[in-house]
């Protein structure tokens, strides 16, 4: 191992050292005529002035002009500011927003087109109790404080005042000390409104983006919060972020072609006019909200509130903000800004909807409802009825497939059975036991039996299921549709009918339904907690799933029934006799 040197020991330091006093001391030496020449030429110091009662005038005082400007001069302003709080009002066919000139941003954005039934009055998407803790809407969020304390509290001049109708533009303006602020906004006749925001501070312009930072006005419960999601897309794929992995300050990067917060039925998204440069920051704060709305002085809950602020990290914001229902029909008109990398491709808002992991099923389910709302009959309870006919009528051919597999498994069980005993005096891995395997399959082989013919069936209907659960859930057309004693085909049954239909239905559907290879005593089992377990599930599903569910239970009831007096139910029966008369024995 080479010795380690010190460095106060390295042989050429002393050379070092001594080179450097020679250059300092020529240096010294050259610099010093210089010097002396310099001061002869300097005219002697004034004589010392007699002591009067007058202070002297400062000369940066008499000679502005000749000062060193310094920061303070470079980035001052003229001053800005309104001298009270005001509003103003804008307004179209679709909302109502009133502007307040604290902070240029929203106290109230109401949707005309929808209705709080709890309050009985056009929806208020602005949350009253997180928006005055966190923030209003299209407040300023920057990555400094105090700063953004600053934008969000200043009072701004507007020359708008009163009501406004769209199309229209509001401007607003402050400034103070060091910072300047400008905020314009452009309303139409949609749900889109084009935002522009620039801050400077100090004579640099800072990132300041348009914000989101509150619930929405349709949460009323811990329930309804839970639906919260941070959500944005870049190119093709679309990002969900719920509260647990959502960190507060935390920045996404662009490109990005939309990006926001959505709740279970309306969003806010972000459509910046450069894609490219443009980020996401996401936002989480906490709130406790009453566990029963109707009870706002009984027990809290903790419930997350995210929000969303997105704009050019280079200072100067343009962005679209789309703020209003996650309907297919209204989303699909609103297209992003197209990326230069992607060749003009300008994708839409309809990825806002998220109909899960059985999106494939659950979507053309959801058009194929639509389109018998819209064409056979106005009401969405009876629609619902109408696909669950078709549906389980189209998925008969796969239950009576199931029961014929049953069947032959049946039939073919006791020689199954002695295979099996053949061969149990083997251990699990002993390659006899592969004999004992290839003999089964060919008896299945002989008998022309899937092993798997049972249950494929069955499993073939649960993404049926699976989908119409998120279509019902996600579907805003489903918000507060009535269908006879259903006020809101969206919330559970107030009267619990429907889960008591489910209970019922299926308890019947088990009782009739034969199960060849079930013990008895299982069967009884089956028959009774499934349909209650199944039952105390479905009482805080929304109706419409109800409807369905129940629907389905009584349409299978009916099939079973023809089933069991086909020659094939009277043959499925006859075997699961002989089977319970063999047990007897």
Known sequence: MSEFQNPQQDPGTEKRLLLAFALTFLVLMVMQPLVSRYVQKQPPPPAAPEATTEAPTPVVASAPAEAPPGPAAETAVATVQAQAESE??????????????????VKSWVLKQFQDKPRGQPLELVHALSAEKYGYPLSLWTYDAALRKKLNEALYVTPASGTLSAPADITFEYAEGETSVRKVFHFDHSYVVQVETSVTHKGVAQPAYPAWP????????????????????NGGKIERLEAKKVSGGNTVPGPLHWAGVEGQYFGVVFLPDDPDDSALVTLHEGLEVPADPAKPEGDKKPVDILGAATGDPRGHTSTRVFVGPKSLDVLGSVHATSLATDQGWSPDLKGLVDFGFFSFIARPLFLWLKWTHDHWVANWGWSILILTVIINVALLPLRLSSMKSALKMQKVAPQIKAVQEKYKKYKFNDPKKQEMNAEIAALYKREKINPAGGCIPMLLQFPFLIAFYTMLTVAIELRHAPWLWIRDLAAPDPYYLLPIGIVVSMFLVQRI?????????????MSV???IMLGVISVNLSAGLGLYWSAGNVISF????????????????????????????
């Open 88 to 105: 103003v009002v804008i307004e179209n066919d679709l909302y109502r927003i009133t502007f307040t000139n604290r902070g240029a941003q």
């Open 214 to 233: 509150s619930a929405f006005g349709d949460q009323h419960t811990p329930a309804e919060f839970a639906h919260s999601r941070v959500v944005w897309q």
């Open 513 to 525: 339904t034969p199960q060849a290879g079930m013990d008895p005593m299982q069967q009884k089992m």
């Open 529 to 531: 907690m499934m349909p």
């Open 558 to 585: 009916v099939q079973q029934i023809l089933v069991n007096r086909s020659g094939f139910g009277r043959e499925m029966r006859a075997e699961i006799e002989k089977r319970q008369q063999k047990r007897k024995k």
